[in-house]
Every structure is written in C-alpha cells, then in structure tokens.
C-alpha cells in the first residue's frame, strides 16, 4: 500500500509517493510553477476571492490530480495523503474559508461574517476532493495552523529544524515567494512573513526558473572566469563550464544542461559581482548584462526585480529584530530551510542580506513542509505531537503590511537596490527613522547544511517533472470585435480568443497568466468585453 506527501507551496508543488510497509520513497513529481493566476500568494488570493473559490479550488485538485497520474502507480493502493503549505495554499485546497485571510481589518472581516476562522488539524475523506473514483480508498491528513497567516508550513519549519530547543535568540526562515519567519527570544515567539515576490525562486528574472533540473544554482570565482554550477537530474549540483560573465566567452564545458537560472543562483551572482566590483552601484551592471550562458543573462531589470526580494527578506527580518526589543548582535541562530535555503551558498546570501549576516551560527536544510508531510503519511499518530506542540506555541504575529518599522526599512532596501542609494545614506535615513543602523555582518559564521538538496531522497523511480500543467480558464467575450489585441498584449503567451459555433470564447492558460499583476488584457480591450470575474475551468 501506498502513502503520499504533498507540499502546496506558493510557486509550486512538490508530491512523494511512499511505500507504506518499507518506508521508501519511490518517485517524486514537482510542478514548475503554481497553477493559479499570479506570481505571488496574494495574487492568488485576489484571483480565488474575484473570479470564485470554486474555481481556484477546482484548479488546484486538478493539478494534484494530473501530478499523482504521473507517479504511474495503482492510485487504488493510496490509503494516507498528508498536505502541508501556507493558509491560503490549504484553504484553497480544501475549498474552505479565506476571506479572512485577505482582510486583517477586525471591522471588515465582522461586516463579512469571516471572524475567528478555525484552521484546525482535519482528517478527512480524499473522495470529498476528488471524487469516488480518484483515490477511493485515501484519507487525507492536513496538519493544523497555529493563527492567522501562520500555517502547516510555518509550523513544519519549526518542527522540523531544532529551532524550539534553542535557549538562545533564533531566527528560522522558510525563504520562497512568500517568505515565512519565526524569532524566538526565550520563550516568546514572534511570527511574520515577507511577500518576497517570485524572484526569490527564480521567476520574474528574465532567464529565472525553479530550482530543477538544468538551472543555474551557484556560481564561483576563478580568475576574470566564473564557474557555474548546475542541478542535475538527481537534483545534486555540478560544474558546467567556465565563463567570462562581461564577453560570454565558454571554455571547460563539462557538457550539463543548462536551461537558466534559480534564485540561489542569482544570490550567488550578486553577492560575487558586488565581491569582484561588476556591481559598483545597484542596479548598473557592465554593458548592462551579466552573460552566464547561451542565451541566460542577468540585466538590470533583474537586479532590480531580485533585489526588491533580498529587500523585502533582510527588511523583515530587521523588523522582527528591533520589535522584539533584543539587539541584532543577540541573534545566535539563523535557520534557513525551503528550496532557496538549502542550495543557496549561506555565505553569499549573508555578505548580501538575504540571511542575517550578525548570526553567528547558519543553518541550512530542505524542504520542511514536505518533509512534515511525510511524517504524517508514515505514521498518522504524529499528528496528535503536532497538534499539542501547535497549542503549546503562543506566536505573537507580527503584520509587515502595517508595521511602520517594515516600511521605513524597506523604503531604504528600495532605494538601495533600485537607484544605487549608498549604505552611508541608508543608514542616515535610519537615524531618521529612529531605528538602528544597518547590523554589520560578522566576518565569519558558523555555517552547517544539513540537506545536500531540497528534496533529500526522490526515490528509485526518479524525479518527474510536471512543466506544463495545461489547466484552461475560459469565459465567453460576446463583445469580442476579434481585434487580439488582448492576445498581443499579454506578456506571457497565456492568451488566445476563438470562436467556438459562432461564440467568441477568451482562454487563458492558468498557469502562464500572471494575473493580478498584470490584466493587461483587460485594461487594453476596446470594448471591454473580458469579464475575469466569470472564467470557468475548460470542461475535460
């Protein structure tokens, strides 16, 4: 019999399928992206709440569906499903409430009916997800959120690092498009997250991807020549070749495919060309371009996109720092876990902000949320430790959307990383705050990787990768003059109008649409015959 794990995270899915008599791992299966519209969790919170619930819970057990059929397994045989990921991502999921989540306002979730939603542990039926006829015979276990905005995938960064041993003052952060945060100071701990964006992950870089096979995961110096390092199919890293990142020029290929570059690797990048002065002022880069490969370059936009992400992190972690009363020099511990954490160079990712550099101890590890998620498939009762350990953790949550302090760092992140604001001026606007200065970055730290990779074990059948979902929304465009404008203008090709028996029908590939972000093709149609409120899922 079978079990499987599934993490809902917020630019992609990661399942395992699980031998339940040996405890073997026997194929995971990733998505390249998530499916809802959007490069963000709250894009996908807008897309549920404006076009319907129903739909974005409809696109979601679609794409699990399509992932499960690609362990090529007798889905009969699955008895346990365990599901970890952030509130939005579960809720979603189990088509439940989420108003909640997208208004913090105690007076607006009132007005709503949307007050104290209980996100409590649930095991349920897989046949209310899917059906009768798709896992018939599969309970599904979802592990409990601690409060708002701090859900299973929180929690599993907790569990499963040592960070709730710890006496002294630690941080742990799950990195991703949404970056989640915990500090604990004693036996207080306070909560937060940071919308980082896509960029962290690799997405919305020009040559960005998740971190899979054939993408860019570190670089490093040798001589006027950088070495890139790439992940292979096993998902362990390799040297490709040596180039010149100003001319382009390639020599000792080792012959790995290279398809672009992950946020680990654009950390590295800038960490190295700040290190060697490519980078003298942020965003400029020499000719405007950094050359990593045939055809993958770091320009400027990217800077800019990926610093807004670094920016967004560091701001968030000063934050929690300097609210919780202690000094940045009492961080003891970092914890970094997520895909970004663990292939990251730690290093580089302290010289850049991205990790506290004033810890004196980094700690790097996997993919927690799935890493919980397994537990629970192998043994159902480690449900009841996560539940009592979920009570017993009194988080203090902290909102970065109206903290002050937050914004008046990330003012200066922005200025830094978008219009090249020297560090002496940053921390003259930080006098201005009233904050501290800028924490300065110990020389060494003590830096231990757990995990070799994400995913640790992807199993005897290998890794699959799920690269085009192919989920369709469409809606009818009665109005539609058939102009396509709206098609030429999408950025992302996930646009095309066609006419079905003399209906004009828009459809949109779910997972290319960028949504909220974008509407490009609402803004430029004529006639304002796109309707996104009213986009269904393409019958099968």
């Known amino acids: ?67 499960f059929l690609k362990f090529d397994a007798d889905l009969s045989k699955v008895e346990r499903l365990a599901v970890c990921g952030n509130p939005i991502q579960l809720s979603l999921f189990q088509n439940i409430e989420i108003r909640d989540l997208a208004y913090a306002g105690e007076n607006k979730q009132k007005m709503l009916g949307v007050q104290d939603v209980k996100r409590d542990a649930r095991v349920f039926l897989a046949s209310e997800l899917f059906g009768n006829d798709f896992l018939p015979d599969c309970e599904v276990i979802v592990p409990p959120a601690i409060k708002h905005e701090i859900g299973a995938d929180a929690l599993a960064m907790m569990l499963e690092t040592d ?28 909560t937060a997250s940071a919308a980082a964006g896509p960029a962290i992950e690799g997405q919305g870089i020009s040559s960005g991807m998740l971190a899979s096979p054939g993408a860019i ?43 672009g570059i992950t946020g680990t ?45 670094i920016g967004a992190i560091r701001a968030a ?96 992140e922005l200025s830094y990383w978008t219009m090249g604001m020297p560090l002496e ?17 110990l020389e060494h730290a003590d830096i231990e990787k757990r995990v070799s990779k994400d995913i640790e074990q992807v199993g005897v059948g290998g890794l699959a990768i ?18 396509q404008k709206c098609v030429e203008e999408c950025p992302e090709g996930a646009l095309e109008i066609v006419e079905t028996n003399g209906n004009r029908i828009a459809k949109y590939d779910s997972q290319k649409c960028l949504g909220t972000s974008c509407r490009r093709c609402v803004s430029i149609c004529p006639e304002n015959a796109l309707d996104i409120t009213k986009l269904k899922i393409k019958e099968k």
């Not at 709730?164 to 036996?187: I, R």
């Not at 002065?277 to 800077?303: C, Y």
């Open 1 to 67: 019999m079978y079990g499987i794990a599934l993490d809902l995270g917020t630019s992609g899915f990661r399942a395992q399928i699980i031998d339940l008599d040996t405890h073997e791992t026997l194929k995971t299966v990733i998505t390249m992206g998530h499916p809802l519209p959007g490069g963000n969790v709250m894009d996908h919170l807008d897309f549920a709440i404006t076009t319907g619930e129903d739909v974005a819970h409809g696109v979601i057990i679609e794409t699990v569906r399509r992932m």
């Open 163 to 190: 960070f709730l041993t710890q006496t002294e003052p630690a941080l742990v952060t799950d990195y991703g498009t949404n970056a989640e945060m915990a500090l604990k100071v004693g036996d207080r701990i306070i």
């Open 217 to 259: 995961c570190d670089v490093k110096p040798e001589g006027e020549y950088w070495k890139i390092l790439v992940l292979d199919r096993e998902m362990e890293k390799r040297e490709a070749y040596l180039i010149n990142p100003v001319s382009g020029e390639i020599k000792e290929s080792n012959g790995y495919e290279v398809s």
């Open 265 to 309: 690797g654009v950390i590295s990048v800038f960490a190295l060309a700040l290190k060697s002065g490519l980078i003298e002022k942020p965003p400029k880069l020499p000719n405007g371009k950094l050359i990593l490969g045939p055809g993958i370059e770091i320009t400027e936009k990217d800077v800019e996109e990926a610093g807004k992400a």
């Open 317 to 412: 972690h000063m934050t929690l720092i300097v609210e919780s009363g202690i000094r940045y020099e009492d961080l003891e511990y970092a914890y970094m876990s997520g895909a970004s954490g663990a292939y990251v160079d730690a290093e580089a990712a302290r010289r850049l902000g991205a990790a506290p550099g004033y810890a004196r101890k980094v700690v790097q590890f996997g993919n927690t949320s799935l890493a919980l998620a397994w537990e629970l498939v192998l043994d159902k009762s480690r449900l009841d430790d996560v539940i009592e350990i979920a009570k017993k953790i009194t988080a203090d949550h902290l909102m970065m959307a109206t903290s002050d302090t937050f914004n008046n760092f990330y003012l200066c």
């Open 425 to 441: 001026m940053y921390d003259q606007m930080l006098e201005l705050y009233g904050l501290p200065k800028l924490p300065r970055t």
């Open 466 to 483: 799920l690269k085009e979902i192919g989920i369709i929304l469409e809606v009818s465009v009665d109005k539609c003059i058939y102009c």
